[in-house]
């Protein structure tokens, strides 16, 4: 892969799939929910302003083939649809180690 063009690289790391806000049920979606990255796109101005404020990305590198299903996300700053190949600011885990607290 070239250095000069990294967005190519399927990226895939923190996602919404591990993400504890998510529910664990795969529900189907269809090809034309997705974008060309396997992202879902928000449906309205509402969804684009917390979309925008939690930076909901779709990940780079993927394809619609790699999201066969989406799941709800449960937190009240997004409340909406995502898949595999989305993160947003507010990705966590019940596993995640931050050295500052205290385990």
């Known amino acids: 892969?070239?250095?000069n063009n990294p967005a190519?690289?399927?990226v895939?790391?923190?996602n919404c799939y591990n993400c504890k806000?998510?529910?664990n049920n795969?529900?189907?979606v269809t090809p034309q929910e997705l974008n060309n990255e396997g992202g879902i796109n928000p449906k309205n101005r509402e969804e684009m302003d917390r979309a925008e404020n939690a930076d909901l990305i779709t990940l780079p590198g993927g394809s619609k083939a790699d999201a066969s299903s989406k799941r709800l996300c449960y937190?009240?700053?997004i409340e909406m649809y995502v898949t595999a190949?989305?993160?947003c600011a507010y990705w966590?885990?019940?596993g995640v180690i931050r050295p500052w607290k205290k385990q």
């Open 12 to 14: 895939v790391g923190t």
């Open 26 to 28: 795969n529900e189907p």
């Open 85 to 87: 190949r989305m993160c």
């Open 75 to 77: 937190s009240k700053k």
């Open 92 to 94: 966590d885990n019940e």
């Open 8 to 10: 190519k690289e399927k």
């Open 21 to 23: 806000f998510v529910a």
């Open 1 to 3: 892969m070239s250095k």
